[in-house]
């Protein structure tokens, strides 16, 4: 496969277990953190949707280890039939470095970044799993909650109008217009094809008939979708990680990182909470077949006001530090005034949040990228069941999400729902 | 002068009377215009706000001219000391190609664009006169309301992202985003100083001490006025021209051209609309005092009707022919869906102008750059009561925005407000 029309560099060629070791060979930083010259284990993880990620270590001490992660011209999960630049490992190195300067402990460290061969090598989480995967598996973590709240809080905030200078602030947004494959990616597969008879789309027969029936034909949930859509198409008001759900999150008891910002643009600060929150939800639907029953269901919810909390708490305060910006100049509100302003803000980000949660839930429930949460379970009987209450509660967050005035509102709608019993 | 730093252009020079001709010379197609080795007449003609602009013609023969405009390092109006990038002529360019693709007619010609020199040498318009001062005097333009309704549907829904494919849309962006000292110039003299005591506001006593009334402690005015400054910053919905008012628009009694897009950038589509429409109501409330009485006050109000029609119906027709983009994808609406979700599109457009329009009226009232219409009136006394009865309508129009469902309850708004007796 060569480079994609268009795209320069001449040297890039996919990378694969025989050709990697030369690769690294070649780069003092790595092969010196291998150890030079060693044999070495090569293993294909990820989820393999768009990219090659391999881990990569040294065969007599496996504690000596990178990740090697390449972008290859198309949709990995589509085939190469489906084209997609692999321009975007570009704005992934760049995401990844903005984000390891505001929050270096929750992101990989960097090792080498290659534009021309769309590879970067990384810090190996060994100790860490996908959060997903601890979730589907019912373990608890303690403190990836405030984790992904303290993550949202920095990353968001401080690429926002509220805390950069208007010029810097486009100056930075300019190096992420171009990030145009994976925004298309999200329009589609987020805010567009769930929501119609579409070829990409999931299917499973009694799913299908509820969404035909109650989502098809819904004017209402449809037209709320393309507000969502809108706003993730044209409000550019941070620097997102633009993908932050629970396989984007590794984590053990006390740490967690967040990677594969590659979908990385400046987008709606609540396409990220709200997401993020949709994928917890989704995760507590599936135990209500898997192992965790009852218990870990409620540990799940109660992340979600955690990740809101300290979200919203830290937010306020980098806010309250951050002083005269281009956007709250000094002397136009009082300070009753800003805390007032700032108070009604927070709460247009969370009904914006359960707005793209809503989406989120749809998403990955009817369309093509479905959560593992979900899609492991091998009854479609039970499966089916679990999708419609998924779509039933997506579109009871997307019709009420106007009246919200509180978390406490949020908070009440999730749990009336997951009250009732599903199975 | 020399270039602002960071500016490459080492052949930048300000041009002036002595320099023109020897520049001019050296330009065939703009020499062969003006008739080779001709003696030249130059005049400085323009607002002077922000840039140098000259009229140039053959001295024999005056119907042989060009318009020269070219931007200097600063902000004219403030002084060298206020430092402006040159940039800006640069998207100046751009704009006017953008626009003269889609609506020739409502442009002037480029003869030559010179991005070192932050140069453009253009079609002069002889037989037209700016717009605001036609309307100051009272004259009636029979087709300019139309025309103007034309060049916003045609310009902003073809550069929306209804129209255009996603990618192309954002590599579109791309060429705007570092626009960035002339929407720092909007955010700042539009959305944030004229609502607190700034050093840059206009001041006139009795004015003064209404806005610290009746503004400055007003929160809801000024949090709806800062909804509206994040609405400016960062939604990019559609290439705007960015500074769409009389000024910027010259007419005669069968054409008008809308000139200076150096404000041009990817913002809110009510921005233009709003601004617009403010241009009509502040020449309207001048003509209380002015020679124009009670019929041309009406001739100005009905303006704003055939503006708004001419544009929805425009706007909304070119959606219809559309047919399917990436917002809108075959058979995720209906017929009957996509036709509701336009209406309810353009209620929101009408909606969000309104409160833009109100910010408009407020600022060229109170803020630094006034408009020619109010401030020329030389009697301070009548001067404010007019400025104090358009601050008294900003804040009618933001406060009720959100209650319009029509265009007609727009007019009604107006209709009531120029009802009452001012002077």
Redesign the interface.
Known sequence: MSAKPGESGDAYRILDRTSLPAYLAEIPAVSDLLGPGAELDIQEIGDGNLNFVYRVSNSSDSSKSVIVKQAVPFLRMAGEDWPLARDRMRFEIRALSTQGELVPNLVPKIYHADEEMSTVVMQCLDDHIILRIGMIEGVRYPLVAEHIGHFMAETLFKTS?WSMG??ER??L??QY??N??L??LT??FIF??P????ESNYSNPATDQWAKENIHTD?EY??DV?IF??LF?????ALLHGDLHSGSIMVNQTESYVIDPEFAFFGPISFDVGKVIANFLLCCTSHYHRSGGAEYRQWLLDQIPVIWNTFESRFLALWEQAGES????N???SDD?QS??RS?FMMNVLRDAAGFAACSMARRTIGIAGVADIRDIEDLEIRSKLEIFNLKFSKRLMAQRKTLKTFDDLASLIHDNYSTPVL
Chains 1, 2 share one sequence.
Do not use: P, Q
């Open positions: 109008a208007s010029i486009r100056e947004m300019n217009t171009l145009t494959d925004c298309k329009e589609d567009t094809f929501y119609m008879v579409h004017y449809k037209r393309l859509k809108e198409v044209a409000k550019t008001e281009t956007m709250l100049a002397g136009l509100l005034e007032r302003f009604e």
